[in-house]
């Protein structure tokens, strides 16, 4: 006879099989939702970028909450030589807030400063011995595990998957040199700019879709691997709608579809993801999904608390009246 409770075998039940309403079988994926997980997500904080003033925002208006986890979604400080805004910001999130903190990349993080490195040096080699050195987790190299979820994550990069707001007009070699054009209805070219990551980013002799595939390889491989639910986090886009609607927002440069591809397939619970500076929240796939869209105007971050009737929460802090801009220092 079996000396399991009742709840036991329901819990056990409901994972296994799933939730039978009538005739339709709904596998319940997030089962282990009931294990409570509240993290806080920060993303495309710019620390010491001149046109962002998320730092003031960071300080003065740190959530009086206690969390699992903060997750940083990339694009956290600007380059510096030996990164020192990378290490300061991790220096005074530290002293903020008493959770692990567990960050991806983002594009502004791997532009090149002094000393020089490829893009890959910094993924690979400069971020994972910063985390080791200052005790936060890098989601690039390994998977962090909390409660019952499994947290994986990726800068992700781009591999031009996505189309050119205006496809049909821009070719394959203006995007690969990194030059994004508009036109306007005759068909004349009404702006031509250089993408600031094709100026700013040491590829070495890598090309955007072979770092992309190969970050994305390396990622794909750590979601195979996820012991618990998986909720997933990369700086880029997984797919073009969580982009606004600027030509700057909706390029080859804003993500890649194999990303999305990756956690619908391995049914990620939640996706956060940064960059574009555009907020969306809804469905991907069965993916509850958030582009955070912090800047510009608006400083905005997210809560989530799986065991919330609201589990996602979206703050967000006008800049209409900011408070000073302040740089962060070593106390
Ligand atoms: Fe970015």
């Avoid at 294990?35 to 993303?43: E, G, H, P, Q, R």
């Avoid at 306007?184 to 100026?199: A, C, P």
């Avoid at 390396?218 to 195979?224: D, G, Q, Y």
Wanted: charged share 25%; with cysteine.
């Amino acid at each position: 006879m079996s000396s399991h409770s009742s709840a036991w075998i329901e819990h056990r039940t409901s994972n296994i099989l799933g939730e039978i309403r009538g005739s339709s079988v709904q596998i319940r994926v997030g089962a282990f939702d009931r294990k409570k997980m509240k993290a806080l997500i920060f993303s495309d904080l710019h620390l010491n970028n001149p046109r962002w003033r998320s730092g003031p925002y960071v300080d003065t208006l740190f959530p009086e909450e206690d969390f699992d986890v903060l997750l940083l979604g990339g694009d956290n400080a600007e380059p510096s030589p030996n990164r020192e805004n990378h290490y300061r910001l991790f220096d005074h999130l530290q002293r903020k807030i008493r959770c692990p903190i567990a960050f991806v990349a983002g594009n502004h993080d791997i532009w090149d400063s002094d000393p020089s490195h490829t893009a890959e040096e910094l993924l690979f080699g400069v971020y994972p011995e910063m985390a080791m050195k200052m005790g936060v987790h890098y989601l690039e190299t390994t998977n962090l595990d909390i409660k019952n979820w499994t947290i994986v994550g990726t800068y992700g990069h781009y591999d031009y998957s996505f189309p050119a707001v205006d496809d049909d007009r821009q070719k394959m070699k203006d995007v690969e040199t990194g030059r994004l054009i508009t036109f306007t209805e005759s068909g004349k070219v009404k702006r031509e700019r250089t993408y600031q990551d094709f100026l700013k980013i040491n590829m070495g002799k890598t090309t955007n879709p072979d770092l992309c595939n190969k970050i994305l390889d390396r990622f794909e491989m750590r979601v195979r691997h996820a012991r618990g639910s998986l909720m997933t986090i990369s700086h880029t886009l997984p797919d073009i709608s969580f982009a606004g609607t600027s030509a700057e927002a909706r390029s080859p440069y804003s993500g890649s579809k194999r990303l999305g591809e990756i956690i619908k397939t391995h049914w990620s619970a939640y996706h956060f993801c940064g960059h574009t500076h555009h907020y969306f929240n809804g469905k991907f796939g069965s993916v509850d999904a958030v582009n955070i869209g912090s800047g510009g105007d608006t400083f905005r971050y997210v809560i989530l608390d799986t065991t919330s009737s609201k589990k996602i929460k979206t703050i967000s802090c006008s800049m209409d009246n900011p408070p000073r801009d302040m740089r962060f220092s070593r106390e």
